[in-house]
């Protein structure tokens, strides 16, 4: 079988050279190495890699596609499940979903599915393939908060069967985290966001910016007075959380989501754009998920020495192993088992070190990973100029508050159940906003489920 | 788009503007306030809502320019537009919320600095609407720095004035009039506000902590976002760290660490900063990276 052949590698850029540029550090496949790879599925009857996969994309069919150089055939396959196939092929975790469970990773390795997804998210975006088929105008209006991977994905369905869509976005560019949060050198902003929002746009979806629902209008009004007959909520999860630990207010000291929002939304790398950013020589990043290696990596290419504390092992890093690799790859020293206690400022009330204490690892905790607990006594300084706090973060309560009925659980997320609903009637929500902090791919599946129940909603409660 | 419909100069280097923004114009309330980018490469710079007209579907915002980002602004000319404008954001003022015979029942004093004058004016404007006369000081440093004072003094109860070279009213600061009328004519006061640059902000809290009268102030912090997304507007209130941009900006004077919120305010300007950032450049070139 053609399974004989490893899988194809990638080709990437240098480290030593990427670590100096915004650029993308994986190239991906050209159209004969995605052919190549592409031989390798064995195109299962009962194939667990679609299970995998959140949206359950018809990964074999559009592989087979591949194989016999039908790209554009590929791309309608993935079209039928996703809107963001060049964002989800570069920045799904595929090890842990639809590679995870291939059938060629029992003995050997996976069909790479997330490079062949992105090859045909950017050979449909390259060719500017025109895919969706949009139905009749059916006449009635639904309003998305949000225009992160959930809204995207439910206003994509939507307007596909002929619902008029608005999408509401508080920041000035549409995207969420894929336009603010993921960096350009893992995710280009105009080539492949941009792009695949545009296609979105296509579908007759209007994406309205600077709108901040709870403040700039209510979701009453939305529904009272602008004549909505559904609103879904996608605002995501983006409040960050502190240490609360002495110092935290000093001079230096930013939250991930500050410093990925000056480099990526305000593009403070470029000197031709006015916004600053401030990164110092040294920089400690605090955490170990994806969005701390982002921070980690983006300060490394700014300029500064970067060092990631993180207070478990390197097993636990909940980081991507890819991600973690390429951080390695490009310098980044991490200093796992330590906590920092405290900040410690200069006398002009600027950062010049961080106090940390050595950890080991005890009993299993609640979520079954091996609790940390501190070492007595052994308690260290790091000198640096700029501490990234990126300890996670927590939706924000701008809707809820403002909106009577939509209640949230004690993590402040939205109460949603399977299908999308709320506990008010006619609002849905999916996504980080009611997960807390997932996955791109998991936002994208909660949008297109509530697309689904917001279609049985309406049609119930109009057309019966 | 939105427009400028209306651009006047107030005083030096201080311009009031009206800006098309039906939205925000429809669900401003005092002490809120919105966030302007000029251009594509442009900063999100935060200004206070100083009016708002629901008909012609406009905003009022006053800048004084300090830097690059608030000299773009200012250069804009009527008929001009701002690329993006969005608000209102922060919660309204306190007294948006007090039932009226609660703040008729009570003697506020408005205590405003220099551009500080115009997010002050519409909420003494409400005030008066609504039955409730207030006293005002107004300080600038000198008599052609001082703005809106005809159409504070329509309005006002009484208006004080203090410059700093006493070309108009006392000559002093806005805390020698407050601490005048407290301690020699007799005024007493159960509330003040004050709104303008921090410093004066923290003196006035000083002054009114010694009196024992709740004060309320406007925070001018750094943001970004201003939608509780990324902390550059962090405070420390009391015991709490709080976000400018949603919390407030409006804070108990009494409770804000003022030297902590005049230091973080410098972040990107002091001349550390400049020295740390060249110092960057040039480690930069001796690494040699492409920027
Ligand atoms: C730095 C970083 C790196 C990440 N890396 C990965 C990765 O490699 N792979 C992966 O799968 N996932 C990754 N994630 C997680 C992933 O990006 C999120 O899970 C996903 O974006 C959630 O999508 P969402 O649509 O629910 O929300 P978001 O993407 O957060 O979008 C929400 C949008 O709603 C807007 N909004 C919020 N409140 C309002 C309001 N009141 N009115 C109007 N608009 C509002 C926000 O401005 C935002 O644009 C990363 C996250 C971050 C921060
Ligand atoms: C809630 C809020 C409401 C505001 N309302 C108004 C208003 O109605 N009218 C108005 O003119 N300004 C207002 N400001 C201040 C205004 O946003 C700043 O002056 C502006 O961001 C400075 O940008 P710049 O690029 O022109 O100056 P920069 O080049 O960034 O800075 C120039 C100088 O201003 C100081 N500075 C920087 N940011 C601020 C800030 N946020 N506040 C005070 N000083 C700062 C710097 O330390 C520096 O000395 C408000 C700020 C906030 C947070
Ligand atoms: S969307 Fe993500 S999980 Fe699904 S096939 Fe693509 S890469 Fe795999
Ligand atoms: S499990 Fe692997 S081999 Fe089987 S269809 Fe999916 S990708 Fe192909
Ligand atoms: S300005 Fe970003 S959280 Fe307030």
Not at chain 1, 280 to 299: I, P
Not at chain 1, 418 to 442: P, S, Y
Request: glycine share 8%; net charge negative.
């Amino acid at each position: 079988m053609a399974n004989k052949i490893p899988r194809i590698p990638v080709r990437e850029q240098d480290p030593n050279i990427r670590r100096t540029n915004f650029e993308e550090v994986s190239y991906g496949y050209n159209s004969e190495e995605a052919m190549l790879e592409a031989t390798r599925c064995l195109n299962c009857k009962k194939p667990k890699c679609v299970t995998a996969c959140p949206v359950s994309i018809n990964i074999p069919a559009f592989i087979q596609e591949i194989a016999k150089g039908n790209f554009v055939d590929a791309a309608k396959v993935i079209a039928a499940d996703s809107s963001l196939p060049a964002v989800c092929g570069r920045v799904c975790p595929q090890e842990s979903q639809c590679e995870g469970d291939c059938i060629l990773g029992v003995k050997s390795e996976p069909v790479a599915i997330g490079k062949l997804e992105r090859f045909i998210g950017d050979y449909a975006n390259e060719n500017q393939l025109n895919l969706a088929e949009v139905a009749a105008p059916n006449g009635f209006k639904v309003a998305i908060i949000g225009s992160g991977p959930a809204g995207l994905a439910c206003a994509t369905d939507l307007a596909k069967i002929g619902y008029e869509v608005k999408i509401f976005e508080a920041l000035h560019k549409a995207g969420g985290v894929l336009e603010y949060g993921i960096p350009e050198f893992r995710l280009p902003k105009e080539k492949v966001v941009k792009a695949e929002i545009d296609n979105v746009r296509r579908l007759g979806v209007k994406i309205e910016t600077d709108v901040v629902i709870g403040r700039t209008v209510t979701i009453d009004e939305l529904i009272n007075e602008e004549g909505y007959h559904a609103v879904f909520v996608g605002s995501g999860a983006g409040l960050p959380k502190f240490m609360d630990i002495p110092g935290e207010n000093l001079n230096g000291v930013v939250s991930a989501n500050e410093f990925l929002t000056r480099t990526n939304l305000m593009k403070a790398y470029d000197e031709s754009y006015d916004t600053p950013i401030f990164v110092g020589s040294n920089v400690v990043v605090v955490g170990g998920g994806n969005v701390a290696m982002d921070a980690a990596r983006t300060a490394a290419r700014l300029g500064a020495n970067v060092t990631v504390v993180y207070r478990r092992s390197k097993t636990e890093l909940p980081a991507r192993v890819e991600e973690v690799h390429h951080a390695e790859e490009e310098g980044i020293v991490f200093k796992l088992l330590t906590n920092p206690t405290e900040i410690i400022g200069d006398e002009k009330g600027w950062v010049k070190a961080i106090k940390c204490i050595k950890m080991d690892l005890g009993e299993p905790d609640a979520s079954g990973r091996r609790r940390p607990i501190e070492v007595p006594n052994s308690e260290f300084e790091v000198k640096t100029d700029v501490v990234i706090m990126s300890l996670g973060t927590s939706p924000n309560p701008l809707i809820s508050t403002t909106t009577p009925g939509l209640n949230l659980n004690k993590w402040q997320c939205i109460i949603a159940d399977e299908k999308g609903q709320t506990t008010r009637e006619g609002v849905f929500a999916g996504g980080d906003a009611v997960t807390g902090a997932a996955t791109v791919i998991l936002a994208m599946g909660a949008g297109r489920v509530a697309a689904k129940s917001i279609d049985e909603y309406i049609k119930d409660k109009y057309q019966n | 788009m939105f427009r400028i419909t209306k651009k006047t100069l107030l005083a030096p280097n201080i311009y009031l503007m009206d800006v098309y923004a039906p939205r925000i114009a429809k669900a401003a309330k005092p002490g809120q306030f919105l966030i302007v980018r000029v251009h594509e490469k442009g900063e999100r710079i935060p200004l206070t809502i100083c009016d708002y007209n629901v008909e012609e579907g406009t905003v009022t915002i006053v800048t004084q320019t300090v830097g690059a980002s608030t000299n773009l602004i200012c250069a804009k000319e009527e008929g001009d537009a701002f690329l993006d404008v969005v608000g209102p954001l922060g919660r309204p003022s306190e007294f948006v919320e007090e039932t009226l015979d609660d703040l008729k029942s009570k003697k506020i004093l408005f205590v405003a600095g220099g551009v500080g004058t115009a997010p002050v004016y519409p909420q003494v404007k409400w005030l008066h609407q609504q039955g409730v006369d207030v006293d005002v000081i107004i300080g600038a440093k000198s008599k052609e720095h001082i703005i809106l004072n005809e159409q504070m003094s329509a309005i006002a109860k009484n208006v004080y004035i203090a410059t700093d070279d006493g070309s108009l009213g006392t000559k002093g600061l806005v805390t020698t009039v407050l601490t005048d009328l407290i301690e020699n004519k007799g005024k007493a006061y159960d509330v003040v506000v004050a709104i303008g640059p921090m410093i004066m902000m923290k003196f006035v809290s000083l002054t009114t902590k010694k009196y024992n009268i709740k004060t309320i102030v406007s925070l001018n912090t750094l943001m970004v976002d201003g939608t509780g997304m990324c902390g550059a507007c962090r405070v420390s209130v009391g015991e709490k760290i709080l976000f400018t941009c949603v919390d407030g900006p409006e804070f108990d004077g009494h409770l804000v660490n003022f030297d902590e919120a005049m230091r973080r305010q410098i972040m990107y300007k002091s001349a550390e900063g400049q020295k740390l950032r060249k110092q960057e450049k040039e480690s930069d070139e001796s690494c040699q990276c492409e920027k």
